[in-house]
């Protein structure tokens, strides 16, 4: 297994697992992105997110898409992990855990001061995983998101 950065030539491969993991979430109907989207806030003027495949063999079998933030409290950016997946027939195979790892050296060769994710309450799976590897649930903070209707509102639109 191997680990590479996605190129402009990977878009159509990054929306797939886009699609996949939306899936698998049960959201595919939520998803909007394109191509295009994805070329220009990728690989873009301003790059807004990166991503990494995991490779068995030449197959591209997982990615992660992932972002810097910054932490006031540490004065240091850090990574924020979008999207993290491996196809259902390459799981358990530490497929994820190699794709964390190399998060993980990221964030240490960028001087971030923590690397962390979200994961959905039902994910059992996924949430003893991330357990078992050191992250610690963040149970005392409260997700909020504006977004639509809502944003445009609060934008003065």
């Given at each position: 297994?191997?680990?590479?950065?996605?190129?402009?030539?990977?878009?159509?491969?990054?929306?797939?697992?886009?699609?996949?993991?939306?899936?698998?979430?049960k959201l595919l109907h939520e998803v909007?992105?394109?191509?295009?989207?994805?070329?220009?806030?990728?690989?873009?003027?301003?790059?807004?997110?990166?991503?990494?495949?995991?490779?068995?063999?030449?197959?591209?079998?997982?990615?992660?898409?992932?972002?810097?933030?910054?932490?006031?409290?540490?004065?240091?950016?850090?990574?924020?992990?979008?999207?993290?997946?491996?196809?259902?027939?390459?799981?358990?195979?530490?497929?994820?855990?190699?794709?964390?790892?190399?998060?993980?050296?990221?964030?240490?060769?960028?001087?971030?001061?923590?690397?962390?994710w979200w994961v959905l309450n039902w994910?059992?799976?996924?949430?003893?995983?991330?357990?078992?590897?050191?992250?610690?649930?963040?149970?005392?903070?409260?997700?909020?998101?504006?977004?639509?209707?809502?944003?445009?509102?609060?934008?003065?639109?």
């Amino acid at each position: 297994m191997n680990i590479k950065f996605a190129t402009e030539e990977d878009i159509p491969l990054i929306l797939q697992f886009i699609k996949e993991l939306a899936d698998y979430e049960k959201l595919l109907h939520e998803v909007v992105a394109t191509e295009k989207i994805l070329k220009e806030k990728l690989f873009g003027p301003r790059k807004y997110a990166e991503v990494i495949f995991a490779y068995d063999e030449n197959e591209p079998v997982g990615f992660a898409l992932f972002f810097h933030n910054f932490s006031t409290f540490l004065g240091k950016p850090g990574l924020y992990l979008e999207d993290l997946y491996v196809r259902p027939t390459h799981r358990s195979k530490g497929i994820g855990q190699q794709l964390l790892k190399c998060l993980a050296q990221l964030a240490k060769e960028r001087d971030c001061g923590r690397l962390e994710w979200w994961v959905l309450n039902w994910n059992k799976k996924a949430i003893d995983f991330y357990l078992k590897i050191g992250a610690q649930a963040m149970d005392e903070w409260t997700v909020f998101r504006v977004t639509g209707k809502a944003l445009e509102e609060l934008a003065g639109s």
